[in-house]
């Protein structure tokens, strides 16, 4: 029987897959751990203890089998993972998915790349359709609202998974500019560490509320120029997803900048996470392609300087209130499709 085939067993793949089963679409989950699974004890711990496990959820860490009959791939793995996997699944002798709907958030590392443009290397015409926003996989897990975007060209297949996807519980707005969404998802992480460092360094709710306006501004500067349309980063998956990131104790990201504003090394609070904190990657990817497009990305800048640098979040504090307003460059509005 055809089914949906979630990669990625984290928070975020998991509650996914959650999801779809609970809307009665035929589901499995792959992780590539077992050991790490969740759902082997009848629940979803190690991931979501005390959660329990769907009876129609199937869960499994063997790759190939799980490929066989799979319509729809839904990627939900690591930015630094995603080359790697969909490499072994072109490797695979099952046909190409109906569509790829991609989950993840992030830029890859060696070469700057846009989640996006690996996947179209490596799946040429292969449909793709982006699922991001303001959105918690605990929140997900508990049914709580959510509304994201979902971003697709092709408007007859993004329509279809759309409708297969909305429900009383999530809506989804659609969109046809996948670079932007792909772009507002991994620089939004880089701005979350930024609104954390400066809780940390407890600098107050008016610094945090002044940071994330200017942020969102440099999130809508830098993704212009490598690509997506400006209405996109004043939508949930720019602004939307911004806010509640750079806000919640939820935030992997966020948590990280508070342990570095409070003084803690890269390292050490990457252990205190204990988990993938995508902004770090993405800050290093990020700074070097605002410097090749020469723009203008301080906060940006300053947080890769504190993350690769031995920048103090102190001095980048200073550094970020003593300089001048050239670059200040306003907000484009925003405009809904639905």
Known sequence: MSHWLVCGAGHWGTALAVYLAGRAIPTQLWGHRREHLPGMGGDLAPIFPGVPLPA??????????????????????????????????????????????????????DTGARLDEVVAEEFPGVPLLVLSGPSFAQDMLAGRPLAMTLAGRDDDIREAIRQRLRSAQLRLYPSADVAGVCLAGAIKNVLAIAA???????????????????????????????????????????AGDLILTASSNLSRNRRLGVALGQGLGL????????????????????????????????????????????????????????????????????????
Do not use: N
């Open 267 to 338: 390292e050490a609070a990457r252990a205190q996470i204990g988990e993938e904190v995508e902004g770090v990657r993405s800050s290093r990817a990020l700074y070097g392609l605002a410097l090749r497009l020469g723009v203008e990305a301080p906060i940006s800048e300053q947080v890769y300087r504190v993350l690769y640098q031995g920048e103090s979040p102190q001095r980048a504090s200073v550094a970020l209130m003593q300089r001048g307003l050239e670059g200040a460059a306003p907000i484009m509005p925003h405009r809904d499709m639905g």
């Open 56 to 109: 129609s959820l199937q869960i499994t860490a063997e790759l190939e089998p799980a490929l066989t009959d799979a319509e729809v791939w839904l990627i939900a793995v690591p930015s630094h993972a995603l080359r790697g996997l969909l490499r072994r699944l072109r490797g695979s002798m099952v046909p190409s998915p109906l569509a790829l709907v991609l989950a993840s958030k992030g830029l890859e590392l």
């Open 196 to 238: 954390g460092i400066c809780d940390g360094l407890g600098l107050g709710e008016s610094a945090r509320a002044a940071l994330i306006t200017r942020g969102l501004a440099e999130l809508q500067r830098i993704g212009t120029a490598l690509g997506g349309q400006p209405e996109t980063f004043t939508g949930l998956a720019g």
